[in-house]
């Protein structure tokens, strides 16, 4: 059970870069929010945050705040809200509510192969841009704070690192 929450949170994360129908697509910015930012390489690189929304096939929503390298994701599903933050190349992923939290080495499962978004192995953060860029229309400025990006302080992270060895 304890390899199950991080394997449904990165599916939930990394799901958001799935198509899926129009009808879930945000409204178009307007001229004034779509100035302010051309991709979402020109958002990193202007430190804005972004705010996107996505839908899984599940019906799980995940909503992911990006500001320059640094990623905020909240995924809610039927049995858990888990978040998780990528910063400094690590990925921190929790359970709303629960003090324990798993943190991954983002370097070493870019070079193992174990980072994917869909079907996409990720190799480098210009990947989970392009991979980004693809769902462009589904983000918007946001109003949160910096603080976001904060890790919790009442959560105990332990390293996931041989989380996925023995499945190779």
Same mark, same amino acid.
């Given at each position: 059970m304890k390899r199950i929450l991080p394997i449904i949170f990165l599916s939930l994360a990394l799901a958001g870069? +799935?198509?899926?129908?129009? /009808?879930?697509?945000?409204?178009?910015?307007?001229?004034?929010?779509a100035n302010i930012f051309t991709s979402i390489q020109d958002a990193v690189n202007k430190q804005l945050i972004l705010k996107c929304n996505y839908t899984d096939d599940t019906g799980s929503q995940i909503t992911t705040y990006i500001k320059g390298s640094l990623v905020y994701l909240r995924g809610s599903g039927d049995q858990a809200s888990v978040s998780g933050l990528?910063?400094?190349?690590?990925?921190?992923?929790? /359970?709303?509510?629960n003090n324990k939290g798993i943190v991954f080495d983002l370097d070493k499962m870019m070079a193992d192969g174990t980072a994917k978004m869909g079907d996409t192995v990720i190799k480098s953060e210009n990947d989970i841009i392009a991979k980004l860029e693809e769902q462009k229309q589904k983000c +918007? =400025?946001?109003?949160?704070?910096?603080? =976001?990006?904060?890790?919790?302080k009442n959560v105990d992270f332990q390293s996931g690192d041989n989380f996925f060895g023995s499945s190779k």
């Amino acid at each position: 059970m304890k390899r199950i929450l991080p394997i449904i949170f990165l599916s939930l994360a990394l799901a958001g870069c +799935q198509k899926t129908s129009s /009808a879930q697509i945000n409204p178009t910015p307007t001229k004034t929010q779509a100035n302010i930012f051309t991709s979402i390489q020109d958002a990193v690189n202007k430190q804005l945050i972004l705010k996107c929304n996505y839908t899984d096939d599940t019906g799980s929503q995940i909503t992911t705040y990006i500001k320059g390298s640094l990623v905020y994701l909240r995924g809610s599903g039927d049995q858990a809200s888990v978040s998780g933050l990528m910063q400094e190349h690590k990925y921190y992923i929790w /359970a709303e509510g629960n003090n324990k939290g798993i943190v991954f080495d983002l370097d070493k499962m870019m070079a193992d192969g174990t980072a994917k978004m869909g079907d996409t192995v990720i190799k480098s953060e210009n990947d989970i841009i392009a991979k980004l860029e693809e769902q462009k229309q589904k983000c +918007q =400025l946001s109003p949160e704070s910096g603080s =976001l990006f904060d890790l919790p302080k009442n959560v105990d992270f332990q390293s996931g690192d041989n989380f996925f060895g023995s499945s190779k």
